[in-house]
Nanobody, 126 residues
Framework: VQLVESGGGAVQPGGSLRLSCTAS????????MAWFRQSPGKEREGVAT????????LYADSVKGRFTISEDTMMNTVSLQMNSLKPLDRGIYYC?????????????????????WGQGTQVTVS
């Protein structure tokens, strides 16, 4: 399984970025996909998740109303549209994938729930 992120960068507060994660090597439609972020000295935190076919999405309270997760099943890609970015949103953003099965949605926000990770992409807001 390979996950490759793209789309990070530097923006001013209030700006927008769109991250993408392209997956390969497994039966994509059976997995939950999620975005996590990590800032220096902090634990990796779940930001948003989407489950099987895109019917269900969840967000961390800190990003609700500002971030939108979506998927393109034809392209095996999950995207994270980030609007109204704040300095606290900065960090390395990682894409993760796992077949959480019955553990979804309770387990989605825990990094330990996922076996498969991308390499990360840096987001800077200042």
């Amino acid at each position: 399984v390979q996950l490759v992120e793209s789309g990070g960068g530097a923006v001013q507060p209030g700006g927008s970025l769109r991250l993408s994660c392209t997956a390969s090597g497994y039966s994509y439609s059976t997995y939950s996909m999620a975005w996590f972020r990590q800032s220096p000295g902090k634990e990796r935190e779940g930001v948003a998740t989407i489950y099987v076919g895109g019917d269900s999405t969840l967000y961390a309270d800190s990003v609700k109303g500002r971030f939108t997760i979506s998927e393109d099943t034809m392209m095996n890609t999950v995207s994270l549209q980030m609007n109204s970015l704040k300095p606290l949103d900065r960090g390395i953003y990682y894409c993760a994938a796992e077949d959480l099965g019955s553990r979804w949605p309770e387990a989605w926000k825990y990094a330990s729930s996922y076996r498969y990770w991308g390499q990360g992409t840096q987001v800077t807001v200042s």
